[in-house]
């Protein structure tokens, strides 16, 4: 509540939504690009011969390791949009989506767009592995409940994500203080956001020397209040969109 209180007086009402372009164009992109790449993989894992075939939490570990990796690097510019959008203050880095992207590409260039991104993958490979594998497991006995509107599949993703989110979140937090570095770093919530040395390693350990290990779980609560409902709608969306495909592919047979 304090926060929230701090955050409308700093940034106005409009300051809960900052970055919210960029967030949206990034969920978008990363969201079709992650159900692709899992799919696929799994698909590619599940057609190995018998003997070769691997435990089905294995497959889906690496499925969703796999989809994340790849879905994170291709969009990984529209994450660290959304990170220094979200963490201007009144007086304003870039002043438009456009603007950013030029301003990025004048003083950092290109490795600009993709500050952080070591701790992005290391942090997406264990995080959506961890994600699809314990999702697989609980969605089967989570379905024999019968529970309301299906909502078994929403659940197995909330338990998910909360478990996958807490394991992973002190490179998230890394990823995302990497990504307000460079030449604006002063221009950042309030001037107050520190230099930091090259590397995930490095960073980690000045986060600890400087507010101690608490430091890495810092905004795990509002992290987990943020993703645990919207990995349940994501799942719940995407098993009936599935079902709903199956169902449209078999009706076509049937026609023919």
Do not use: C
Not at 29 to 45: D, I, M, N, S
Not at 59 to 64: L, M, N, P, R, T
Not at 160 to 179: N, W
Not at 200 to 229: D, M
């Amino acid at each position: 509540m304090a926060l929230s209180l701090h955050l409308e007086q700093f940034s106005g009402k409009r300051g809960f939504w900052k970055g919210n372009i960029p967030a949206e164009l990034l969920y978008i992109t990363y969201g079709a690009l992650q159900f692709t790449a899992y799919r696929l993989t799994t698909q590619a894992l599940q057609s190995l011969p018998i003997s070769q075939r691997l435990p089905s939490s294995a497959e889906s570990f690496i499925s969703g390791a796999s989809a994340g990796a790849a879905a994170t690097t291709l969009t990984y510019p529209l994450d660290l949009l959304r990170t220094r959008f979200a963490a201007q203050g009144p007086e304003k880095v870039y002043h438009s989506l456009l603007g950013s992207i030029r301003e990025i590409a004048r003083t950092e260039g290109a490795k600009g767009f993709f500050q952080g991104l070591a701790a992005g993958v290391g942090q997406i490979v264990p995080y959506m592995g961890l994600f699809f594998s314990t999702y697989e497991i609980l969605r089967p006995p989570l379905a024999y409940l019968e529970l309301p509107f299906g909502s078994g599949d929403a659940t197995a993703g909330m338990v998910a994500s909360v478990l996958a989110k807490t394991s992973v979140f002190p490179l998230d937090l890394i990823r995302k203080r990497l990504q307000v570095q460079g030449p604006t770093r002063e221009r950042f919530a309030g001037g107050m956001v520190p230099i930091y040395g090259k590397g995930v390693w490095r960073t980690g350990r000045e986060i600890v020397g400087r507010e101690g290990w608490k430091g890495l779980y810092r905004g795990l609560g509002v992290g987990l209040v943020k993703a645990a409902p919207a990995s349940a709608v994501t799942m719940w969306t995407y098993e009936r969109a599935l079902r709903g495909m199956r169902d449209w592919e078999l009706n076509t047979e049937e026609r023919r």
